[in-house]
């Protein structure tokens, strides 16, 4: 089944203590993003890929960090949480061409919590 | 200015009705155009996508786009109560940001039996 996986789904921790939620497709896409959705504000773009070892920035991304070095694999890191970086954090991949991404395809959601 | 702009709901429609959802944007260069469906708890998901000025059709969904206007809608026809869901916009610019996604901060839908 074609899908996007995250992990963990729900995540309860303390200030400054290092995290990684992890993202993975199967569906061989070049492009992959790390998305926050918080109350009021819509989705925001935190950080990008376009391919392998190929990353920027979004509308968000102080505070987070990303690597890409499988195309199957975009985890995002937070190297030391803060209580504004509470959200439900959304992962996406899709196809890509000259005028960006395509359809995205949503993994299930990642509730954090930082106390 | 925001970036992509929804129009504000939340919107409540009769079954049957037509539901009419707006978006602008900013970016005149901007290149693509996405409505996806959020309900509530879920992930979104793609409703349709559209690239060129006009109007595609798929099903009850209708996406018009006029670039000049940098307006972007999407009409439902004969709404059902089970498209009542949260429904964003989103904007790729292309270019040299060609990665960068903007969605809409969303528009509530509901459609009462």
């Known amino acids: 089944e074609a899908q996007v996986t995250q992990n963990p789904r729900y995540l309860i921790t303390v200030t400054g203590k290092k995290l990684t939620v992890t993202c993975s497709q199967n569906?061989?896409?070049?492009?992959m993003s790390w998305y926050r959705q918080d109350p009021g504000l819509g989705l925001r773009q935190i950080y990008y890929s376009m391919n392998v070892e190929v990353t920027d920035k979004g509308d968000v991304p102080e505070g987070y960090k990303v690597s890409r070095k499988e195309k199957r694999n975009f985890p995002l890191i937070l190297e030391s949480p803060s209580p504004n970086q509470t959200s439900l954090y959304f992962c996406?991949?899709?196809?890509?061409?000259?005028?960006?991404?395509?359809?995205?395809?949503f993994g299930p959601g990642t509730r954090l919590t930082v106390t | 200015q925001k970036e992509v702009e929804q129009n504000s709901g939340p919107l409540s429609v009769p079954e049957g009705a037509i539901a009419s959802l707006n978006c602008t944007y900013s970016d005149r260069g901007s290149q693509s155009f996405f409505w996806y469906r959020q309900y509530s708890g879920k992930s979104p998901e793609l409703i349709m996508s559209?690239?060129?000025?006009g109007d595609k059709e798929d099903g009850r969904f209708t996406a018009q786009l006029n670039k000049a206007s940098q307006y972007v809608s999407l009409l439902i026809r004969d709404s059902q109560p089970s498209d009542s869901a949260t429904y964003l916009c989103a904007v790729n610019v292309g270019g040299t940001n060609a990665g960068k996604s903007t969605f809409g901060d969303g528009t509530t839908l509901t459609v009462k039996p």
């Open positions: 559209i690239y060129s000025n």
């Open positions: 996406a991949s899709s196809l890509s061409g000259l005028g960006g991404p395509y359809e995205q395809y």
């Open positions: 569906m061989n896409h070049e492009y």
